[in-house]
């Protein structure tokens, strides 16, 4: 009998996030994340395999950024070239 891999196991499926979006020359931008949870322990209760999406705003400058949810859950995003 062969290992489970992560592949094999539903209880290590994999979550992912996505960043999308444009950057205005003045370094604002708006961008759409979107993901498939992964851990249903975390403060989310999000069932594994749910997918959210939510919009954000972001400021750029050449060495960083930050940005904030539009909508959806309260977090901060920070960017580090």
Do not use: I
Not at 10 to 22: D, I, S, T
Not at 48 to 69: D, I, N, Q
């Amino acid at each position: 009998m062969k290992a489970p891999t992560r592949t094999d196991d539903p209880n290590h499926a994999e979550g992912w996030h996505l960043l999308v979006g444009r950057t205005a020359s003045d370094g604002s931008a708006k961008l759409r994340f979107d993901g498939v949870a992964n851990n249903p322990t975390a403060r989310s209760k999000a069932r594994r395999g749910k997918t959210y999406s939510y919009r954000v705003r972001a400021h750029f400058t050449e060495s960083s950024g930050s940005g904030e949810p539009l909508t959806g859950r309260v977090c901060e995003f920070r960017f580090v070239r």
